[in-house]
């Protein structure tokens, strides 16, 4: 039971290129979450999604996309990276309401 | 929009005190509060979850309580060691759809 995974762990881009990260989890979970985190901010969420094949926006989601095409997979994509977007990014997910979320390890990405 | 409040931001305490971490959110209306452990580089680990209905929950060296109405949680940590030299984080969970909003941490360092 690997629990939820992330890839890759770290990720340098230049400003306009993309890539896409992605979380797995093994829990048989419905849901899902994308945060970033930043010194002096805290953990803030992107994106996440209620269950299979949905997605909503969370309270910073400009920049990127998700989706959600197998339950244990949730991809977040940044089309055109800028340096505003280097941070740790944390995916983490959970049974429905009321239950606790279990994080991966994060991914550090920089963008120059 | 809830505001989860956590001071102080930083502490140092010698070996074996307790520790008194405090976590205040702005609207009662929550869904459950937790409280992660984070070590640096790595994701967050989760320690005790409180749903809205109780007082507190204990866990070994650990007890959380939760004030609904005062909007405040207090983490107590007993007889502190090196070993829980840590950031520590306070979420709240909305009705719906368990996103969490997130404290900015109080990072503990236990002084041998």
């Not at chain 2, 502190?80 to 829980?84: K, L």
């Given at each position: 039971n690997a629990g939820v995974t992330q890839t890759p762990k770290f990720r340098v881009l230049k400003t306009g290129q993309s890539m896409t990260l992605l979380c797995a989890q093994d829990m048989n979970h419905e849901y899902m979450y994308w945060y970033r985190q930043d010194p002096g901010m805290g953990l803030r969420l992107i994106h996440y999604s209620v269950g299979e094949g949905t997605t909503a926006k969370g309270e910073v989601p400009d920049g990127y996309n998700v989706s959600r095409l197998k339950k244990q997979n949730f991809l977040l994509g940044l089309e055109s990276a800028a340096p505003s977007q280097t941070s740790v990014y944390f995916c983490a997910s959970s049974y429905p309401v009321g239950d606790t979320q279990y994080f991966g390890p994060g991914t550090r990405l920089t963008v120059l | 929009k809830q505001e989860v409040t956590q001071i102080p931001a930083a502490l140092s305490v010698p070996e074996g005190e307790n520790l008194v971490l405090n976590c205040s959110f702005t609207d009662s209306a929550i869904y459950n509060l937790q409280w992660f452990r984070q070590d640096p580089g790595k994701g967050l680990t989760s320690l005790l979850l409180i749903q809205s209905s109780q007082r507190e929950q204990t866990s070994g060296r650990l007890n959380a309580s939760l004030d609904k109405s005062s909007g405040r949680s207090t983490l107590y940590i007993a007889a502190?060691?090196?070993?829980?030299s840590a950031t520590y984080l306070c979420a709240v969970s909305y009705y719906g759809n368990n996103r969490l909003a997130f404290g900015k941490g109080n990072q503990v360092v236990v002084i041998p």
């Open positions: - | 502190s060691q090196p070993g829980d």
